[in-house]
């Protein structure tokens, strides 16, 4: 996001509210390094605390009494308000429900205090809904209140018009994820020296992701990258770079590795790196296998031809990855319909389909990519509007 309101709104001065606010956190250190202008505050009503229980309680009190408390005037110095932080609730995850309908519940109580502010409101690269009956009025209502919304893909885009959301701007843009730059090639030399990848060998990254719907259990996942890493192994010369994209996954990456077969071809990438770095390593690979969303779309915004494994959020996978970056085909769906050894068996020919492939298919992620990125600028250009109206 700031990165696409520096190219677009250079002489803007940019505020994150952030729930992780902290003096000692690695990742807010490392966006005040590089965006000195940019200001890192705490969140008025969203702090992350000990535990989750403790967490939502100081949430509940604080959204609740957010106009008494007077956390009103804490952005009244603004001239726009962007809200990031809707988020799709995935009705597979089923195990994951009370955390889905909390999140939602988050989302909409977040949206409602900005709103209170008196201030335009900007809901910016949004994935929106499914809600069910529950929230999609109070959906509805505050969405209808707001200055633009921007979609990252065109399911959210028919879902919102579904609901009755009319009084909005609305724009399909895409995900701000997509600007997300790389390091510079000679720290990339940097980092894999310090790792011991040899930069002329053929790698293939695999990230794998703890989340995933009740038919894709762990063990079934652990068992489905063994097979599969085991299979690259033997059936050709890639070299494997386990990688993790969130500390939820490290613990999963540790068990598949540990496991495959000729450790001396194996690596795995300590979770220690920003994502720009992450992403940099996954430039040294010739194909990628990910079933973490933002894995993928590091992966493709690089021209790295890449295979999801789509366990969750199947909308904003195929929307965005599928549709956008028109990467269906590449796209394994784990549902109610998942079979072991016929996923196994389409698993591995898609796997050689890409390998034989690969140069037509970076070819085409990368002019995809230029046009995609233009297309999420747009949330910049489109605040810009704001801004100059006001």
């Not at 995935?90 to 195990?95: A, F, G, M, S, T």
């Not at 969130?246 to 071809?265: C, F, G, H, M, P």
């Amino acid at each position: 996001m700031i990165k696409c309101l520096n190219e677009t709104i250079p002489d803007s001065q940019v505020t994150v509210l952030h729930r992780y606010f902290d003096l000692n956190n690695t990742d807010l250190k490392r966006l005040g390094l590089k965006y000195p202008r940019v200001n890192i505050k705490e969140h008025p009503w969203f702090q992350e605390r000990s535990s989750f229980l403790t967490t939502g309680f100081y949430f509940i009190f604080n959204a609740l009494f957010f106009k008494i408390l007077n956390k009103k005037k804490l952005l009244s110095e603004y001239d726009v308000l962007v809200d990031l932080n809707f988020i799709e609730p995935e009705k597979l995850v089923d195990k994951f429900a009370l955390m889905i309908f909390i999140g939602v519940l988050f989302t909409l109580l977040s949206l409602k205090n900005t709103l209170s502010c008196d201030k335009p409101v900007v809901v910016c690269s949004a994935t929106i809904g499914p809600y069910g009956n529950l929230f999609n009025k109070l959906a509805k209502n505050y969405l209808n209140k707001v200055d633009l919304i921007t979609y990252r893909e065109a399911y959210s885009q028919k879902y919102v018009d579904a609901l009755g959301v009319k009084l909005p701007k609305k724009v399909l843009t895409g995900d701000l994820a997509f600007l997300m730059d790389p390091i510079k090639k000679e720290d990339i030399k940097q980092i894999a020296s310090k790792l011991n990848i040899n930069c002329d060998d053929s790698f293939i990254g695999i990230t794998p992701a703890a989340m995933a719907n009740s038919n894709f259990s762990e063990e079934i996942n652990v068992k489905l990258l063994l097979d599969i890493s085991n299979f690259i192994i033997k059936e050709t010369d890639y070299n494997l770079i386990f990688m993790a994209n969130t500390y939820q996954d490290v613990e999963l990456q540790e068990k598949i590795y540990s496991a495959v077969d000729n450790q001396d071809r194996v690596l795995s990438l300590p979770f220690e790196y920003s994502a720009s770095e992450t992403k940099s390593i996954i430039s040294l690979c010739d194909f990628f296998i990910c079933s973490r969303f933002h894995a993928l779309v590091a992966s493709t915004s690089l021209g790295v031809p890449s295979i999801g494994l789509v366990s969750y959020s199947y909308n904003k996978f195929h929307g965005i990855l599928g549709e956008m970056m028109g990467q269906d085909e590449y796209l394994l769906d784990i549902d109610e319909n998942f079979n072991y050894e016929t996923f196994l068996a389409n698993f591995k020919s898609k796997i050689l389909d890409v390998s034989q492939n690969k140069f037509e298919i970076a070819a085409d992620l990368k002019k995809k990519e230029k046009l995609l990125k233009k297309q999420v600028l747009l949330n910049g250009k489109l605040i810009q509007d704001i801004l100059r109206s006001n």
